[in-house]
Structure formats: C-alpha cells, structure tokens
C-alpha cells in the first residue's frame, strides 16, 4: 500500500509541476501588454510621462527580464507564496485578492458537489428499482445534464431574479450592507447565494443520477446478484449490494467530475456577479492580470489535485478489491 501510495504521489507531483508551468504560460500567450491595458486607464496626455509609466510599472511587475528568468522568477514566488501584485486590484497582493475571493467560492462548490453526488446517487439508485420515479426524475435529470452552465444560470437569472423578482442577482448581498453578525445580512448572504448555488447542483445532479441509475441496473443483473437470489435471499439485501459495487465507479467519477464542475463554477460565478474566484478570473482576463491568473489558476490545481488524492485513499479504504490486489502485487 506504500508502494502505491508513494506512486500516487509522485504521478500527482508531477501533474502539480506541468499544470503549474502552463498556468504560468497561457496568460503569456494572450495578445496585447499588460502594463499598457493597465496605463490606458489613466489620461495621460504626454508622451514622455507614458513612456516614463510605461517603465517603471514594467519593472515593478518583472517584465523587463527575460521570459526564462520571469519563469523562475515565478517558481520562486510559488516556493514563497508571492505572487505579484494584481493589475486588476492594483497595489493589493494577488494573495489578499484571491483570499478575499475563495469564501464564496468554497461556499458555492463545496455544498453543491457534496449535496449533487449524495443525492443524485440516492436518486439514481431509486430510480433503477421504481419504475414511476425513471419515469419523471430521470427525463429531468437528463435534461439538466445536458445544459451548459451559462445557459442554465442565465435562465435562471432572467426568470427568477430579473423578470420576477423572487431573488436578487448580483454581488454577495445586498448594497449598502456591510458584513455583520445579524440574520438579516445572513438572509441576504443566503438569498444571493441560492441561485449560484441551484446552477451548479441541478446539473451535477443530474449526471450523477443518470450514472447510478445505470450502474444499479447493471449489478442487479450480474451473476452475483442472480446466485444470490438463488440462494433465497430478500430484494433488499440483493439491492444492497448492488449499490454497494455501483459506488465505486461513481467515486472515481467525482475525481474527474471535478475539473468540470470547477469550470461550470467560474462561468456561473461571471453570469451572477458572484464575487468568487470566476468572476476573479474574469477580470483577470480582461485587464491581462498575468500574476492574478496565476495564483487564482494555481489554488485551483492545488484543489483539485488535492481532492482527487483525498478521494484515490478513499477508494482504497472502501474497495476490498483494491486492498486485495494491493496485497498480492506486493506477495
């Protein structure tokens, strides 16, 4: 189990050091120059004075050095946790922007993936034995799962927030509130929060239900299943096991399910003005903000590398058959 512990490790390692290096090159490749889309705010009327600007904010920035230095110049920040200073939300430090950010973030993701994956897997297992149930969630669930993230926040922001007014859309909570301990600015935390939050579930949902729906009626019908129902025993045991085996599949599903729900996550955060870390990068990427691409992309890989490491010891600990091959490789 070290062996194949230590080979995850490294696998995850080396994920970390490639995806780190294209999160540093990609903003690189976008056309135009960052320090001029930043000076192009001001009015400036003199040449002299733009080219003077021009500069010095080059040099501040570290993009008068060579791109190889500025690449290890970027492998020394990540070592420190420096990144830079943001364009974006100049002087603030890119790490205060992004902590700023993560909460509502977090709070998004966190509850919508853990919530989708528990209930869409009940659902799903449900509906494999139930035939009214496949019959009415099911046609619903693959209707979610086939939307686009953007469609589905954009129709729900037209026709629940903008043309009936059941929820506000826009920003975290309420202008002209600021952040206290009172239920009035916890109602209206949670009233900007739903509709975000109701996006990105209702389409994770639906995968995961259709996914188990799938795997249930397949483990009901293998030989193991059919010997123990020879054998006399009740549905509901024969059904337990079948769920039991149908899991597995759906664990290593939610480790590659997470680089998509992350990105259905950013575009919904832009289409609600949700002050996480899509909207974040949204900015970034207008303003060219190579140093807040950087350590918002960087959080991401961490995060999901992280939790798909979490989830690979899961797998061990609730697989028998993995322990079990584990064993005999090292006999």
Do not use: C
């Not at 922007?97 to 977090?106: D, E, G, K, N, S």
């Not at 729900?261 to 970034?284: D, K, M, Q, R, S």
Request: hydrophobic share 50%; charged share 10%; glycine share 8%.
């Amino acid at each position: 189990m070290t062996r194949y512990f230590a080979r995850k490790l490294a696998t995850y390692v080396l994920a970390f050091f490639v995806g780190t290096t294209v999160d540093w090159g990609i903003p690189r490749l976008m056309p135009g120059n960052p320090v001029q889309i930043y000076l192009s705010k001001f009015s400036l009327e003199s040449n002299g004075a733009w080219q003077a600007l021009n500069k010095v904010f080059t040099r501040a920035f570290g993009l008068n050095v060579p791109v190889w230095h500025q690449y290890l110049n970027f492998w020394d920040g990540v070592i420190h946790g420096n990144f830079g200073v943001s364009y974006y939300d100049f002087p603030e430090p890119v790490t205060h922007v992004i902590r700023a950010a993560i909460p509502y973030t977090l709070a998004l993701l966190v509850p919508a993936i853990v919530l989708s994956y528990v209930l869409g897997n009940r659902v799903g297992a449900m509906a494999a034995r139930r035939r009214a149930l496949d019959d009415t969630v099911l046609p619903v669930g693959y209707v979610f799962q086939a939307m686009p993230y953007a469609w589905l926040a954009l129709a729900m922001a037209y026709y629940l927030a903008a043309s009936h007014h059941w929820f506000p859309i826009g920003g975290a909570y309420s202008e002209g509130m600021l952040p206290n301990a009172s239920w009035s600015f916890a109602w209206s935390l949670f009233q900007h929060w739903f509709l975000p939050f109701l996006t990105v579930f209702l389409v994770s949902f639906g995968g995961w239900a259709i996914g188990m729906r799938n795997l249930v009626i397949y483990e009901l019908e293998t030989d193991y299943a059919r010997y123990l129902r020879s054998l006399g025993a009740s549905q509901r045991l024969v059904r337990k096991y079948a769920y039991r085996n149908a899991v597995l599949p759906q664990l290593s599903g939610l480790a590659l399910a997470l680089g998509v729900v992350v990105g259905g996550n950013i575009v919904t955060e832009v289409v609600f003005n949700y002050p996480g870390l899509g909207l974040l990068i949204y900015h970034a990427v207008i303003d060219e903000d190579y140093f807040l691409l950087q350590g918002i992309f960087l959080f991401i890989i961490i995060g999901v590398l992280l939790a798909n490491f979490i989830i690979d010891i899961v797998y061990v600990l609730v697989d028998p058959r993995t322990r079990l091959s584990m064993q005999g490789a090292r006999a």
